[in-house]
Structure formats: structure tokens, C-alpha cells
């Protein structure tokens, strides 16, 4: 099931350099960036550099990989960041929210008990 860049998937101009990112790791497989629209300060996504649907569609191995990289960011951003906790998410198909249909983890640092919901 996996794909060369999708045309129109703005994961896949990112990872080719066609769209602006605030890359904050990147590997052979993996880059993450800033959400454009973040829940908490320091929101990343954890992407695959191959494109797959969501969670359900990538392989054990990439699932793997995405959610080893969300799990040192979210360490960092507890150093870094001085976050308290953190949420890591991922959302598949457009009725659990899912509106970019390119595979990714969402890493929200939390700072304190509150309303944010995800
Ligand atoms: P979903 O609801 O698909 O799990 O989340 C998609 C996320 O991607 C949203 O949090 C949204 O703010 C973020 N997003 C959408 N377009 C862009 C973009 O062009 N750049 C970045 N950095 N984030 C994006
Ligand atoms: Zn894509």
C-alpha cells in the first residue's frame, strides 16, 4: 500500500521541500515538524516519509518507527519545553477526525490540568 508523493498531500510537499516546515527531527524514514495550528506550544506531528492513509494502513514497522520518534520527542519536550505530560494521538479516518490523510502522530505537550481536549 505504499505510495510515491501524493499530488495535493501537504505531508508530501513538506517532506519533499515544497511546502515550509518547523522540522524538529528528521531520519531516513521519519520527519516531524510543528503543527501550523498548535493545541499547546511545542505540538509536533511525527510523520512517515512514505505516504500511508493513517495508522491503520502503514505497516507494523513504520507504526513502530513513527511512534519511537513520538515517544524521544515527547521526553524533549519534557526537558525542553519543561512540560509536564504529554499526549501522543494519532486520528484515522475523516469520523475520528482525521482531515490530513497522510499517517501521523500528534505529540501535544501539557503543562497543567486543563480544558484541552484532543
Ligand atoms: P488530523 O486531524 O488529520 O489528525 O490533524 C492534521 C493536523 O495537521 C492539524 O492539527 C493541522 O493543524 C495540521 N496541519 C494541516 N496542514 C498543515 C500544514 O500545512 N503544515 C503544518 N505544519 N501542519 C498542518
Ligand atoms: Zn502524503
Redesign the pocket.
Known sequence: KAVGPVEDC?FCK?IKGE?P?RVVYEDEDIIA?????PAAPGHT?VVPKKHYKNILDAPDEVVSKVFLVAKKIGKAAIEALDAKGVNVIT?AEPVA????MHF?V?VIPRFKEDELKF
Open positions: 501537504v513538506i511546502l516546515a515538524f510543528l503543527d501550523i495550528n506531528l486520528n477526525g482525521q482531515i490530513v501521523h500528534h
